[in-house]
């Protein structure tokens, strides 16, 4: 019918058309700290056992028959037999290029903290962990190489705490690039007042109004 007025135009609430943001500050305070507890768990494994390797010296003779225990840190190895001196032998200092990378994350983690919208931050987060993750697996190829090694009732290999911390720190390291990539979400545009009624007839609230028809010109 001419001059009845069209129905309410409804449109839901800006809050349900976006997705749920994420928190700036976890964003933004997430990758550092991740960082520093990488950075600590890496320089802490550098410097307590990697793996304990027990050998079984027997060959059948009991004035033999005695276990030597080797403990393989990341500077060298200490050999330990029953009533004899504790030896101590160099190896590859792979400790060096693990604390290296426990300061890389510290750089890292200054720079994200510091600067979070910048790349450098991000980017000495992700070369951080891609470092740290490069070395740990260098040095668990150590062990890899008794595992092979070991034979039943002759040769066992363990896991030690240095180890664990090691791949501790290589995840967290790997969580802190992941998190300092992930996207930081705007505020909507419906924040400014101007733009909340520039393109459309329903305030960003959501409530329903009436549209009329422009009045008829008068003859």
Do not use: C, K
């Amino acid at each position: 019918m001419p001059g009845a007025e069209p129905p309410p135009l409804l449109l839901p609430p800006a809050a349900e058309l976006l997705p749920t943001p994420v928190p700036a500050s976890v964003l933004r305070f997430a990758p550092p700290v991740l960082a520093v507890v990488a950075a600590f768990m890496t320089a802490l494994g550098s410097f307590l056992p990697l793996f304990q390797i027990r050998e079984h010296i027997g060959n059948g003779q009991r004035f033999l028959d005695t276990d030597l225990l080797i403990t393989e840190t990341a500077w060298g190895h200490t050999y330990v037999m029953p009533n004899q001196e504790v030896t101590d032998q160099p190896g590859a200092p792979v400790g060096a290029p693990l604390l290296f990378a426990a300061v890389l994350l510290v750089a890292a983690a200054l720079a994200a903290f510091t600067r979070p919208e910048h790349r450098l931050g991000r980017w000495l987060v992700s070369a951080g962990a891609v470092f740290t993750a490069g070395v740990v697996i260098t040095v668990g190829t150590n062990g890899i190489g008794w595992s092979v090694l070991a034979r039943r009732d002759e040769l066992t290999v363990t896991t030690a705490p240095g180890m664990w911390l090691l791949i501790g720190g290589t995840v967290a390291a790997a969580a802190a690039a992941v998190v300092a990539y992930l996207p930081r979400r705007q505020q909507p545009g419906w924040a400014d007042p101007a733009l909340a009624y520039a393109d459309t007839p329903t305030p960003p609230s959501g409530v329903a109004i009436t549209v009329l028809p422009p009045d008829d010109e008068q003859p």
